[in-house]
Nanobody, 130 residues
Framework: EVQLVESGGGLVQAGGSLRLSCVTS????????IAWFRQAPGKGRVGVSA????????WYSASVKSRFTISIDKAKATVYLQMDSLKPGDTAKYYC???????????????????????WGQGTQVTVSS
């Protein structure tokens, strides 16, 4: 059974940092697309960042590029999202998602969409105060 478990969320002041973790299990970590999405209250779920576990592709949304860094630890089958210079607009529930589909990985450079991902975690809340 595929499982994704997020952690690391919390309350932080604007300008602060958090590191989110997504621990995965139940699938071969070698060649998957793993993504972070976020959903603010009353809004849809949008893509934040994604990585191909083979390490060949990374994508960031324009709103977080240069502030967030995605990385993987293959030995721990874990994906991280380091979030720096946080802003109140980053407040949302953050979800980790995974896809084994080549089509998802091949189109990652164009952006990421919820329908491309098959497996989801329960999310972790990030709140940034001004």
């Amino acid at each position: 059974e595929v499982q994704l478990v997020e952690s690391g969320g919390g309350l932080v002041q604007a300008g602060g940092s958090l590191r989110l973790s997504c621990v995965t299990s139940g699938f071969t970590f070698d060649n998957y697309a793993i993504a972070w999405f976020r959903q603010a209250p009353g809004k849809g779920r949008v893509g934040v960042s994604a990585i191909r576990t083979s390490g060949e592709m990374i994508w960031y949304s324009a709103s977080v590029k240069s502030r967030f860094t995605i990385s993987i630890d293959k030995a721990k089958a874990t994906v991280y999202l380091q979030m720096d210079s946080l802003k109140p607009g980053d407040t949302a529930k953050y979800y980790c998602a995974a896809s084994p589909r080549e089509s998802t990985m091949n189109s990652m450079h164009l952006g990421i969409y919820t329908y491309e991902y098959d497996y989801w975690g329960q999310g972790t809340q990030v709140t940034v105060s001004s």
